[in-house]
């Protein structure tokens, strides 16, 4: 029998116990569901989280991997301690989740929402407030993975122009794809709504900063579901200012909760959202850690097995 240790957080056995020993059962799994503390050279899997108990790995000589309940992986992939292989979560509720964030506030700014909430006064404003139609408004997502792509593909399905970029080439039908530095530029200069769902790696930190933010149509709407290290945070600020960026929709940041007195909760053109975006579903994600230690077991090849040299 397998034995497989929740690491998360001990308030999250109840939502993921039925769950898992569910998912389990299913796959036709013998496994049992164990918490800390246990003995580690007892442990097959590792359900992991960043803020659960287990960060040091060393003593799980038996363990054959470990499977994140979290789709960003950056707190673990430098850990030395991890030589297990390791598995990013990608789950169809976490998708749909950011799929439906995304399309609504890409909405939200295209039929330019916030003006009419802000002005119901009795004027009646209908001239220069006409929203284009969609195909006629350019919407590029940067990151191009399971999340980004799925968001991507949605936004077209609503006739929006969408152009998305990736640090490597990726073809997606409908989509115009960009590639490599050459192809950011080119993807910002279009994009009078940017949505960013890339992971945090080096490559990426302060991807948007001055340089980057000027290439953005003026009064550009980002969106930022993705990482909090994305965006050099003084660079937006003063790019709202100067009315180079017309809004920002932030639900990630580099500190969270984010801070009361930080200046992006009482600006006028920052919206926070808590880091609701994409969060992990306990039914769907159980399937996904369930299938994966089928595969392992099998000696197939597992799902979203993280490359340590690109950081997810």
Known sequence: MLTVLFADRTQNWPAYEGALTAALAEAGLAARLVLPPVDPGSVDYIVYSPRGPVQDFTAYTRTK???????????????????????????????RGMVEWVTGHVLRAHLNIDFFLSHQDGIWRQAGHVPPLAQDRSVVVLGLGALGGACATTLAALGFKVTGWS???????????????????????????????????????????????????????????????????????????????????????????????????????????PHIAAETRPASAARVIAENIRRFEAGEVPLHLVDRARGY
């Open 65 to 95: 991997a470990v499977l994140s309940l979290w789709a960003g992986v950056e707190r673990v992939v430098g850990n030395p301690t991890l030589t297990q292989p390791l598995c990013r979560m990608v789950d169809q509720g976490l998708e």
């Open 167 to 273: 640090r490597t080439p990726k073809t997606l039908p409908g989509i115009t794809c960009l590639a490599g530095a050459e192809g950011l530029r080119e993807a910002l200069s279009r994009a009078e709504i940017l949505v960013t769902v890339l992971p945090n790696t080096p490559e990426t930190t302060d991807l948007l900063n001055a340089t980057t933010l000027a290439l953005l149509p003026r009064g550009a709407v980002i969106l930022n579901p993705g990482r909090g290290t994305l965006i050099d945070d003084a660079a937006l600020l003063a790019a709202l200012e100067t009315g180079q960026i017309g809004h920002a929709t932030l639900d990630v940041f580099r500190v969270e909760p984010l801070p009361p007195e930080h200046p992006y909760w009482a600006h006028p053109k920052v919206t926070v959202t």
